[in-house]
Nanobody
Framework: QVQLVESGGGSVQDGGSLRLSCTNS???????VGWFRQAPGKEREGVAR????????YYLDSVKGRFTVSRDNTKNTVYLQMNGLQPEDTAMYYC??????????????????WGQGTQVTVSS
């Protein structure tokens, strides 16, 4: 069983930074962890994902060079470091995870466990 708890959201000004954390408190290791966001009136989009076995990462084009996803397997935690935040990054951010071998998609159906979400607000 994978149980995800997120933390680290908040309000910052344009150009600021935040670090989100996603901790798996369940008994099953999550191989693939993704970060998603959803702004009011917009569809959910995948922002970044990481294969916790080999460290391979993938990013949404609009966050490349600004966001970094990393993991600390000793803490069962995945981080999303967000630098150079822009007002268009404002959204509810969710982490999601699944066990297994692959970590090659942002499709929502692929992820079996979701966190409760944490709000990120960037003001201009």
């Amino acid at each position: 069983q994978v149980q995800l708890v997120e933390s680290g959201g908040g309000s910052v000004q344009d150009g600021g930074s935040l670090r989100l954390s996603c901790t798996n408190s369940g008994s099953t290791k999550s191989t693939c962890v993704g970060w998603f966001r959803q702004a009011p009136g917009k569809e959910r989009e995948g922002v970044a994902r990481i294969n916790t076995n080999n460290g391979f990462t993938y990013y949404l084009d609009s966050v490349k060079g600004r966001f970094t996803v990393s993991r600390d397997n000793t803490k069962n935690t995945v981080y999303l470091q967000m630098n150079g935040l822009q007002p268009e990054d404002t959204a509810m951010y969710y982490c999601a995870a699944r066990s297994g071998t692959f970590c090659t998609t942002f499709a929502g159906y692929y992820f079996t466990s979701w966190g409760q979400g944490t709000q990120v607000t960037v003001s201009s």
